[in-house]
């Protein structure tokens, strides 16, 4: 089964023929190598796709928007003695063909992924890279061993589409394609970027036609379209024998005097590099911190973002900035922390964060009322680690007062603070807060009037800035916001606190408590000024675990509660019905573990290290080498939703490096202490 190798430059994850040449397992399993930019390469270890976003060259034809499938896939066959071995697996209705997984004897991923075929007596080694900055990926086959020459054949598959579309057979699609040398280019469609293809002394023999019925079964597990036609325009044939090494370039830019070579290993030492900045070295920090990279992505010609999963997130405000401290800051990159710190920034309007970047370039959207306060964590964050007083001085701080502003005497949505201090926003037909499902008109998880963590997030907002302006000398005017904070936790310890129930209520709107038990109190202990004292946080910490935890997040709502749903599958109504309903979150497992070693000190970390176990077996999981977006919430928690979430591989990451191996930097928190108001 998956084993992992701490040995070499890079954290391995190994899969043997056990996982690899049983269909279900192969098909279950998917690998991904982001390019830096918003595109990527990607399908199951068994190069059979299950999904649309599926592709060899994903490119992002707007960075890091516009996302394309251009080359869907390559059928490898191996001719030899009259035999044809085919690696390929492809679903169709009723059938798996070929069955190339037969043949895949290990799959390996280290800095990215790496198959091995035993096919006859041929021992074939392929290795997948997406180059950073640009829309290209690189193929590099190894024969390990042959006993004597073969041909291998490599056959495209073009989609040339949306990437949320799927593409049936049509007569509009070129039938025509050029071979310069040894550089290939097909441009499918006139609005379609053309597609390069470098394969060295290849020849090529045009075969058009369409292949039908190809099969995607994640696809049809989410209730949606799951058949797609793709075009191939023929195949090329290259001999090869024991030793030779072939290395393609697949680009939307001709590859014309590139040399492939050099550009796997460049991309292989701008990975190793990202590890050598690391604080600590172990086996997980290097594994997260490569799954971390995948998401930083630029945005424009010189700033910074963050896509908040894999396949079909783009770049969310509320996402990025709970993630920025855990992809960017302990892993030390600071550069890029601050780009993204500031294309936000310069998009506030009317005190508020964007929620999105719309895919087709309209104005962002502003729909969420706490991306903003979440912005003033990952700004105190990135001042603690970077001790930027200049970038402090100049953007964030205007930034924050102009935030707070707004928010005082109210923007959009109904955001506003109270004459209590308390933060309000929202009525019952708009969802704003991170548990944002709405199908139709119907709103599934209402939280309208005071939510819990937003009013744990307006605490923090208050003395964050309270905090900075002591930083920069501004005394007077902190102690007016320390003042206003101080409101604010007294307040808050009124409001939310359930006396019957020991723990607090999810939401208050006028004499209306809501007692749902659900994970968004664990805020209220894990965010940089905890609002809780010690004896009540004991409390909310046991009522978490009693309800709420799982060995890879908490649940979104208790199971004794009558909404509960323990499993998110089915059709769109279906999986929206769940999503916080009992679904866990992988994200949530960060601030469980700061509270966790808040609350319970050196207990607490021995707990946490036990509880990240899970974690690490899920790296051998779903999304290799990344950590899903979401599970069931009853056992054995199937990972669900992305199979790459940005915020889920930050918080735990971040909780970690800063709370489990006291990595971060010294600790200037409010402490758990019994004076605190509640």
């Not at 001042?383 to 005082?408: C, G, N």
């Amino acid at each position: 089964m998956a084993v992992m190798l701490e040995g070499g430059e890079f954290m391995s994850i190994h899969l043997d023929r056990t996982v690899t040449q049983n269909f279900d397992e192969a098909i279950g399993r998917e690998w991904l190598d982001t390019n830096g930019i918003g595109g990527w390469a990607g399908a199951t270890i068994s190069n059979g796709h299950t999904r649309r976003y599926h592709g060899l060259l994903v490119a992002a034809t707007h960075p890091p928007v516009g996302r394309m499938v251009l080359l869907s896939k390559l059928e490898e066959t191996l001719v030899r003695d009259g035999a044809r071995l085919e690696l390929g697996t492809n679903v169709y209705p009723g059938a798996v063909h070929p069955q190339g997984y037969r043949y895949l004897a290990a799959y390996t991923q280290d800095f990215s992924p790496l198959f091995t075929y035993e096919a006859g007596a041929i021992v074939l080694q392929k290795r997948v890279v997406a180059i950073h900055g640009e829309n290209t990926t690189v193929i590099q086959y190894k024969v390990i061993e042959a006993p004597a020459d073969f041909q291998l054949e490599l056959r495209p598959f073009v989609a040339g589409r949306e990437y949320h579309s799927l593409t049936q057979a049509n007569a509009d699609i070129n039938r025509e394609s050029q071979l310069s040398g040894d550089v290939w280019s097909y441009q499918p469609y006139a609005q379609v970027p053309a597609l390069y293809m470098l394969v060295p002394g290849a020849r090529f023999v045009a075969q058009a036609d369409w292949y039908y019925n190809f099969e995607y079964l994640r696809e049809k597990e989410r209730g949606l379209d799951f058949h797609e036609d793709l075009f191939t325009p023929g195949i090329f044939t290259i001999s090869l024998q024991a030793g030779a090494q072939l290395t393609l370039i697949v680009s939307t830019e001709n590859p014309n005097g590139r040399n492939a070579d050099n550009l796997l290993a460049g991309e292989r030492a701008r990975r190793k590099n990202l590890l050598t900045a690391l604080p600590i070295a172990d086996d997980l920090t290097r594994a997260l911190s490569l799954a971390a990279d995948q998401f930083v992505v630029r945005r424009g010609a010189d700033l910074k973002t963050i896509i908040a999963g894999y396949h079909w997130f783009t770049d969310w405000g509320r996402d990025t900035m709970i993630a920025l401290p855990g992809l960017t800051l302990v892993t030390r990159r600071y550069d890029d922390a601050k780009k993204i710190l500031r294309v936000f920034a310069e998009n506030i309007d009317q005190g508020m964060l964007p929620n999105r970047f719309p895919e087709a370039g309209e104005q962002p959207e502003y729909n969420t009322v706490d991306a903003t306060l979440w912005f003033f964590v990952a700004a105190y964050k990135y001042f603690r680690y970077s001790q930027d007083k200049v970038f402090l001085k100049e953007t964030l701080l205007p930034a924050m007062a102009d935030i707070l502003d707004w928010h005082q005497r109210g923007t959009r949505y109904g955001i506003h603070m109270e004459s209590d201090g308390l933060l309000a926003a929202g009525n019952p037909d708009i969802q704003l807060t991170w548990m944002d499902a709405k199908i139709g008109d119907w709103v599934v998880t209402p939280r309208n009037g005071k939510a819990v963590e937003i009013n744990a997030l307006w605490y923090n907002a208050l003395a964050i800035y309270a905090r900075l302006l002591q930083t920069v000398g501004r005394n007077k005017k902190a102690q007016i916001y320390q003042a206003l904070a101080e409101k604010v936790v007294q307040r808050f310890a009124q409001v939310f606190w359930n006396p019957q129930g020991g723990y607090l209520f999810d939401v208050v709107d006028g004499e209306k408590s809501d007692g749902a038990i659900r994970p968004n109190q664990i805020l209220a202990l894990s965010l940089p000024f905890p609002l809780l004292g010690r004896n009540r946080a004991r409390q909310v910490l046991k009522t978490i675990e009693d309800h709420l935890l799982t060995p890879v997040g908490l649940r979104s709502l208790s199971p004794q509660d009558p909404d509960y749903h323990p499993t998110y599958e089915g059709s769109p109504f279906l999986r929206d019905s769940a999503y916080h309903q009992g679904t866990v979150w992988a994200w949530l497992l960060g601030p469980y573990l700061t509270a966790l070693v808040r609350v319970r000190g050196k207990t607490g970390q021995k707990q946490g290290l036990k509880l990240l176990q899970a974690v690490r077996n899920h790296l051998a999981e779903a999304g290799i080498g990344q950590i899903s977006e979401i599970f069931d919430g009853d056992a054995p928690h199937t990972p669900r939703g992305c199979i790459a979430q940005a915020w889920s591989v930050a918080e735990i990451g971040r909780a970690y490096l800063e709370d489990l191996l006291h990595e971060g930097p010294s600790e200037t928190i409010t402490p758990l202490t019994k004076s605190r108001h509640c």
